[in-house]
């Protein structure tokens, strides 16, 4: 039926109306807090390219994990930012490293929290790198062993789960292996599968001290052009061991999230970068936009595509407005 009979806006006329018939709906249960931790006690050091975000010791994260769980946030994902650096990026394994430190007072604080633990050499490198180089060149296959150490290092610390971010070929079934020798068979795997060397992450860097010392990563992170190339990585992920696949970032990438969501019937997350989340947060506070509705749209549009969970700097501000009844 067409026009007169069928007028759409009928369903619109009221936000009651709207809220009942809403397609796609985000939730506090999507979404994973990223977190960055340091060393010491009672220090909060702001960053200044991602207002509104700040790096923590253990002491000052756990008690943030505590607040976003009485919010309704269920998991955080932790960046660890040691005192030290070398070539091997060893400060990463050790058991009193600042993520593991981090996890065991989270589980004090918070002991419901999923604690999920980036898994990646560059926060931890002098040189800034994935993995240990051979010359200036990153070698997959001696990083892979350094990269299973981690994890289970993580675990024996009491993180729920495991997120390699590296983008070496063969890491997900290493630290699967790995993970399953030292005990820790429960321990779910959420690869970062699809993660593209995007212009996105800028404020990350700043944030982590990640910038490689020289080069890039565009050698084993994947190319932006490509879309065949990401479901090839997410199905080769996915027979090594993955349980929930990842695509990094998301808004440039909404396509490749779609895609990925039509094939595979694994959870799939979808980070929402720190790029992303310094424009709008720059743009409000300019008077550009208005701040939380285009964080809203933006949330909405990343699960529309398929996410399933939503790694965000914006989740407490979401579970704010959610507990206040504004959304």
Do not use: W
């Amino acid at each position: 039926m067409e026009f007169p009979i069928t007028r759409m806006r009928r369903l619109r006329r009221t936000e009651t109306l709207r809220r009942m018939v809403r397609e796609t709906k985000v939730s506090t249960d999507d979404l994973i807090a990223p977190l960055f931790v340091i060393p010491g006690n009672g220090k909060t050091e702001p960053i200044g390219s991602m207002p509104g975000v700040s790096r923590m010791s253990a002491d000052v994260t756990a008690d943030e994990c505590a607040e976003l769980f009485d919010l309704g946030i269920p998991a955080v994902i932790l960046f660890g930012i040691p005192s030290k650096k070398d070539a091997s990026g060893s400060e990463g394994i050790k058991a009193n490293g600042v993520v593991q430190v981090a996890i065991q007072k989270i589980k004090k604080s918070a002991p419901e929290m999923v604690v999920i633990t980036d898994v990646c050499l560059c926060e931890y490198t002098s040189h800034g790198h994935c993995g240990i180089l051979k010359g200036r060149e990153v070698d997959n296959d001696l990083s892979l062993a350094q990269l299973a150490r981690m994890a289970v290092s993580h675990a024996k610390a009491g993180a729920d789960m495991v997120a390699p971010s590296d983008m070496m070929d063969g890491r997900v079934a290493a630290i699967r292996e790995a993970l399953d020798d030292g005990g820790f068979d429960h321990i779910p795997i959420m690869s970062y599968a699809a993660k593209y060397a995007s212009a996105f992450y800028g404020p990350f860097r700043e944030a982590a001290d990640s910038t490689p010392r020289f080069g890039d990563r565009r050698s084993y992170q994947m190319d932006p052009p490509n879309a065949l190339e990401a479901l090839h990585e997410v199905e080769l992920d996915e027979a090594e061991g993955a349980d929930i696949v990842m695509v990094k970032p998301a808004l440039a990438y909404l396509d490749i999230i779609r895609a990925v969501r039509e094939n595979t019937t694994l959870p799939l997350a979808a980070y929402n970068v720190s790029g992303e989340y310094s424009m709008i947060v720059n743009a409000a506070g300019k008077g550009l936009i208005d701040g939380d509705r285009v964080m809203l749209e933006t949330l909405t549009s990343i699960k529309r595509a398929g996410a399933d969970l939503i790694l965000t700097y914006f989740a407490r501000r979401f579970a704010e407005l959610k507990k206040e009844g504004k959304i």
